[in-house]
């Protein structure tokens, strides 16, 4: 709904009375448990949970200093136009964001409230691809819904929910209202029809306000874990599932194949191969390949063995994915090694930070196959139960040096490329790219991509040229036949004033007193000097032009278009574009009075992630980074604008040379002075 920008009117403050009517309303139509006094003849509970009074959950809901304003804004394909209110306030020590909004008489919370506020509306569960249609305005269909059934009791038609990845399961990113009852499904695989209709996300223009009226990237970041969501646990899911497979032995049969697995395998030490988690068997856990196989997949005669071992591991203890956790960083480790020979640091740029460490080394080379083993591979389901503890155990067993900065974070130094469990390891098929089931992530195969998400940035150190091209119009089909050449080819500019002089001399058009003036002819004067301009009726007039300007008007009377070569890549190779060559735009501006910003947008025709330019720009500037869809582009399209806090034009240019872009395809628009650099 809110996909573009709203008109909000400016906003009002809430009297105390009102805000405790709307808290109090909040309290009733989402059943918010208020605890009640206990009785004088009741023993007292312990006090080891503190329990909150009814102010206290009000301010929770609706702090307090709230504030509300009407806003209009268009819904749906015929755009009709819709109005309500929004209700703007702050949590402890966090900026002033919409909190909720009220729409046709049913008050929805943004994704503000539902982080401060676990547990207030039942959340469903979505893979990663399906959670970015969703945040392009698109409403989550039955077929998408994962983790269920059972569903949440309260997913009823019409009420509110939440929806989260399966990578963090934990995090509401989308609010929506079911169109069906979700909880009474049975069966979600080969059915129809939309389970729930978006209504405000993570990325658009009410989660981009803030005080200051910006929008466009702007919004609060999403926390990576959020404590009293996701109670449910994924394990007793598959378990359940796996317990209905009709497939029954007796105690005394003899099981033909297989491997008994051991849930209690140690994990002490500096591991080696680890590989072989399957004590006292010689099986392996997960099919050896050859390094030469350059198409890794699931299909063929040993991929039974290798999903059917994924699925008995995950049905055990933790120890056991922990093991997989481990191989997959080894494999990560293994990949950069093996694809980034030449760079020293084997395309990482350190430090690195531990989500980035686990987004690119780590879930990536996870052996999943399913929904449900994407929902029980989680770091929170091994024994470390976070990233740091992992890297605390890498650092432990010699593979990495970490070091923890202010507020806690771990961030990793180096690594040690050259162990032996590393340079040893022997890789394991993962799934490919387009698997169903492996969102997020799945393994990407061969070609070592996933989610979006490069396992280094591929775009630095790569060479970059940008060749402008042009199409003859119809009206100069004569000047072209007159030279052999083609009016439908593109062509160069040099080859243009080539064949535009192979005309002239063809035709005879030199003047005789002067060699660099050209006579016109009739098709000249038609397809080129059209009488639009002054300068056309005074060439016209004199039934002259100098050659250069002959050369420029037949340039501007041509259709523009482009190429962008990347490293060994021909002209013939790569498909040209209509139009000019696009460049790649630098904003400054300033924000909250005296808060300067840096916005980048334009990047994605140069082959750049702007992801992966976000994550270099937060080191390099030691800076918060934000990326979101730039306002004004095609859902379809997108073009999605880089932001960091401060002036960092300077670096940003340098992060950009690094990879092969030339300054004069940057276009700097410095509005904290007034005008264009």
């Known amino acids: 709904m809110f996909k573009k920008k709203p008109t909000i009117k400016p906003l009002a403050p809430l009297r105390s009375s009102e805000r405790r009517r709307i808290a109090d309303q909040i309290i009733a139509e989402y059943g918010v448990e208020i605890p009640s ?52 306030g702050a949590h402890s020590a966090q900026e002033q964001r919409v909190l909720w909004i009220k729409i046709e008489g049913k008050i929805i919370p943004t994704v503000y409230t539902l982080w401060s506020n676990p547990g207030l509306v039942p959340l469903l569960h979505t893979p990663d691809i399906v959670l970015q249609k969703l945040r392009g305005g698109a409403d989550l269909m039955t077929p998408g819904l994962a983790r269920g059934p059972p569903f949440p009791s309260k997913a009823t038609k019409g009420s509110v929910v939440a929806i989260a990845s399966l990578e963090k399961p934990s995090v509401p990113v989308v609010v929506g209202v079911c169109e069906i009852d979700v909880a009474a499904l049975r069966e979600v695989r080969g059915a129809k029809g939309h389970a729930v209709r978006g209504e405000h996300w993570d990325s658009d223009e009410i989660w981009a306000w803030s005080r200051g009226g910006a929008g466009g990237g702007g919004g609060g970041k999403a926390p990576e874990e959020i404590e009293g969501w996701d109670n449910g646990d994924a394990t007793d899911i598959l378990e359940d599932r796996l317990n209905h497979v009709g497939i029954e032995n007796s105690d005394d049969e003899q099981i033909e194949g297989g491997v008994p697995l051991n849930p209690t395998a140690a994990l002490t030490g500096k591991r080696g191969d680890r590989n072989e988690f399957l004590q006292g068997e010689d099986g392996n856990p997960f099919e050896r390949v050859e390094v030469e196989d350059k198409e890794l997949s699931t299909k063929g005669e040993g991929t039974s063995h290798y999903a059917q071992t994924c699925i008995k591991t995950l049905a055990h203890s933790g120890t056991d994915i922990d093991e997989i956790f481990w191989n997959a960083l080894l494999y990560g480790l293994y990949h950069h090694r093996s694809t980034n020979v030449s760079d020293p640091h084997h395309g990482l740029n350190f430090p690195v930070n531990q989500s980035a460490l686990i987004s690119n080394l780590v879930l990536p080379f996870l052996p999943i196959t399913t929904p449900a083993q994407a929902a029980i591979l989680n770091i929170k389901k091994t024994s470390w139960k976070n990233a740091k503890k992992f890297i605390k155990a890498l650092e432990k067993a010699q593979l990495l040096k970490s070091k923890d900065r202010d507020g806690g974070e771990c961030v990793v130094l180096d690594v040690d490329f050259e162990d032996s469990a590393v340079t040893n390891f022997v890789p394991y098929k993962l799934p490919k790219k387009d698997t169903a089931g492996t969102e997020p992530g799945g393994g990407w195969g061969g070609k070592a991509t996933s989610a979006g998400l490069l396992p280094s940035d591929a775009s630095i150190g790569q060479k970059l040229s940008r060749i402008d091209l042009y199409k003859p119009r119809q009206q100069l089909a004569p000047v072209f036949a007159a030279s052999g050449a083609s009016h439908h080819a593109l062509y160069l500019p040099t080859e243009l004033r080539s064949i535009a002089n192979s005309y002239i001399e063809s035709e005879e058009l030199i003047s005789d007193t002067n060699k660099r003036l050209i006579k016109l002819n009739p098709i000249l004067a038609n397809a080129v000097f059209d009488g639009s301009t002054p300068l056309d009726r005074e060439v016209s007039a004199k039934g002259s032009v100098p050659r250069d300007a002959l050369v420029d008007r037949i340039l501007k009377s041509c259709s523009p278009y482009y190429v962008i070569l990347r490293n060994d890549e021909s002209r013939e190779s790569v498909g040209a574009k209509a139009g000019h060559a696009p460049k790649i735009l630098i904003t400054l501006e300033t924000r909250s009075g005296n808060k300067t910003v840096t916005k980048l947008s334009g990047v994605e025709p140069f082959h750049i992630h702007p992801q992966n330019l976000a994550e270099e720009l937060q080191k390099s500037c030691a800076s918060s980074t934000s990326v979101g869809q730039l306002a004004g582009s095609s859902p379809k399209k997108p073009i999605m604008e880089v932001m960091v806090q401060g002036p960092q034009k300077d670096v940003m240019i340098k992060a950009l040379e690094r990879r092969g872009i030339n300054k004069q395809w940057v276009e700097i628009n410095d509005k904290t002075k007034g005008k264009k650099k």
């Open 37 to 88: 006094k206990p009785e004088d003849d009741q023993p007292e509970q312990s006090n080891d949970t503190p329990t909150l009074g009814i102010g206290a959950i009000r301010n929770r809901l609706l702090p307090e200093n709230s504030q509300s304003a009407r806003f209009i804004t268009t819904a749906g394909k015929d755009l009709k136009q819709v109005s309500g209110t929004v209700y703007v």
